[in-house]
């Protein structure tokens, strides 16, 4: 089985702005892996070119052992896509969102089975525009898991959401996982990680700079009793993840 | 996937059609606004029916003769009654006979009304005397459904309403939804290029039934504004057209990620064409040295093959000059859309 993604020497600049500077990383299949950094680490430019919305200037990438270039549309049917704030179309309800988003995929369950999943069926009726922060989170959710993936890609999910909402999404998020599907997500929460992640990397101005588990790379730092990936990533860094 | 109504584009075209539909204003100006615009400007510059005379009489004998003439209307009053009518306006004219057969006629010669009244009433009088015309005559009336302002003005508000309704409407949603960042949401799934473009298409041309269907079908039963060319002639026009507007439509939106960009650059399109192309008068006004760049609009191209079709009942071979401008609108403009399109 290739691993779910490869990632080498990947290279992007806008500009001036090297937002990716050498990157190397692999992926098994079968794990939810995290992509932790600050804001502007690169971590939303790493994940766009793996799902193959940005070109990188040089590199390669391998996603489920295949490239853009050559298997772009087969490619799509796999990957379920969750982008850092997309706003659906206020007017539709969320089963004819759901419905025009399950019409682009060969297979995948019903609508309704994927309402379900997120637990909006309550919602079905419900103009996009009347649904509270979370609730629009879950039917991106569904939106991304509605052509039955084996990759899944979230970018930023909980981010903005009261801790409720962020709750009821991890549990989505591993109900996913328990099913062997693979999970890239990049997060700056490192409780979200460390509730979600078997693996992890930290990326730094374009690059990694740690790989592991969340235990693993909590063990390597201080005297691994009390330490946190918050002091994980103080240490390797010498800055705080957030600023706030 | 083997229902229709699961087919991507069915699926996106109904976004459209919802987000329009939704969207009560939008539905108000596209299609009501221009029957409004008929309305009132169809009774502004309608054309009269010729007037008909009242006139008044003292006696029955005048009275029945007088009824026979179609020009007049008659009323036999008493004399006092007569003359106060007379007096205030009521009438134009007063015919009164005297004992001995003579017939008085009484009216203001100032007044041209009165003197047709004068004259209509005696060759009614003389006619019903027994009066026999020497010459034969028969009218013919060359006041024509067809050369009326409102004639001209319907086929130019149509033309306007798929120009504005098709720039405007278009441009909005598409970069709207590239704002949203859901274009680029789209993109990540399986979507197909082609029907997210084509979804936009499709939508005008659904509204286009109502868009062309009700103004002309209003000013018809309004106005008698006729539609002497076939069905399938409309047809085509209109369809082309809508294509070609949403062409450019798609070019003007291919860009912005604003949309105040967009709609300055659909300011920049379309006002030109309400002052120039023909709506409201005839471009026909403006210098010899202008025309051959009116003519090149796409807004002219329409509403003179909406006229020549309407009104003349022109084929799709006399109008084929317009299409062809439509036609070159759709294909270049597509074309540079497809290039310089903004997918996320």
């Known amino acids: 089985m290739p691993p779910a993604l490869r990632l080498a020497n990947l290279r992007k600049a806008y500009g001036d702005v090297i937002a990716v500077n050498g990157l190397n990383l692999e992926v098994p299949a079968g794990q939810c892996f995290g992509l932790l950094g600050p804001n502007g680490a690169g971590k939303t430019t790493t994940i766009e070119i793996c799902e193959g919305l940005t070109t990188p200037d040089s590199g390669v990438v391998e996603v489920l052992g295949r490239t853009w270039a050559r298997d772009a549309a087969a490619l799509r049917q796999r990957l379920g896509i969750q982008l850092q704030d997309t706003q659906l179309a206020d007017k539709l309800t969320v089963f004819e969102t759901v419905r025009l988003f399950r019409s682009f995929y060969h297979h995948g369950p019903a609508p309704d089975d994927v309402i379900a999943l997120v637990q909006l069926e309550e919602k079905r009726a419900a103009r996009v525009i009347e649904l509270s922060g979370g609730q629009k989170q879950r039917l991106a959710l569904a939106c991304a898991l509605v052509g039955d993936p084996e990759l899944l890609f979230l970018d930023e999910p909980t981010t903005g959401l009261d801790p409720q909402a962020r709750r009821q999404l991890w549990d989505l998020i591993d109900t996913f996982r328990k099913a062997g599907k693979t999970i890239l997500l990049t997060t700056h929460y490192m409780d979200e990680a460390e509730r979600l992640c078997d693996d992890l990397a930290i990326m730094d101005r374009g690059q990694v700079i740690a790989r592991g588990t969340p235990r693993g790379l909590i063990d390597a730092t201080g005297d691994g009793q009390t330490a946190t990936l918050e002091d994980v990533f103080v240490t390797l860094t010498g800055r705080h993840l957030r600023d706030d | ?344």
Request: net charge positive; aromatic share 8%.
């Open chain 2, 1 to 344: 996937m083997t229902r229709l109504a699961d087919h991507p584009l069915v699926q996106l075209t109904l976004v459209r059609v919802r987000e329009f539909t939704r969207e009560p204003e939008a539905v108000f100006w596209s299609l009501l606004f221009p029957v409004l615009i008929t309305v009132g400007l169809g009774i502004a510059f309608q054309s009269r029916p010729p007037d008909v005379l009242k006139v008044a009489t003292t006696s029955a004998t005048l009275a029945s003769s007088l009824r026979l003439e179609p020009g007049l209307d008659v009323v036999q009053l008493e004399p006092v009654a007569a003359a106060r009518q007379l007096a205030i306006g009521g009438v134009v004219l007063l015919a009164e006979q005297s004992a001995d057969g003579l017939v008085t006629y009484r009216y203001d010669d100032t007044n041209p009304e009165s003197r047709t009244a004068r004259m209509l009433a005696d060759r009614a009088i003389q006619r019903g005397a027994g009066r026999a015309d020497p010459v034969a005559t028969t009218d013919m009336l060359v006041q024509e459904v067809g050369s009326r302002y409102v004639d001209f003005l319907v086929p130019g508000l149509v033309g306007l309403g798929v120009m504005t309704n098709t720039l405007w409407g278009l441009s909005f949603s598409i970069v709207d939804s590239r704002r949203r960042k859901l274009t680029k949401r789209l993109m990540a799934t399986p979507m197909s290029r082609a029907h997210y473009l084509l979804s936009y298409l499709v939508w005008r041309l659904l509204v286009l039934v109502v868009e062309v269907g009700v103004p002309v079908a209003f000013g018809a039963w309004a106005f008698g504004v006729p539609v002497r060319g076939s069905l399938s002639a409309l047809v085509v026009i209109s369809v082309v057209a809508s294509l070609s507007f949403s062409a450019q439509a798609l070019l003007l939106a291919s860009r912005a990620r604003t949309i105040e960009a967009a709609s300055g650059l659909v300011n920049l399109m379309s006002v030109p064409m309400w002052i120039l192309s023909g709506v409201f008068f005839s471009a026909q006004r403006f210098p010899d040295a202008v025309q051959p760049f009116i003519a090149a609009l796409p807004l002219t191209a329409l509403n003179d093959a909406l006229r020549a079709h309407m009104l003349q009942g022109a084929s799709l071979a006399e109008v084929a000059p317009q299409l062809g401008v439509l036609a070159a609108w759709l294909v270049i403009c597509f074309a540079l859309a497809l290039r310089l399109f903004r997918w996320r």
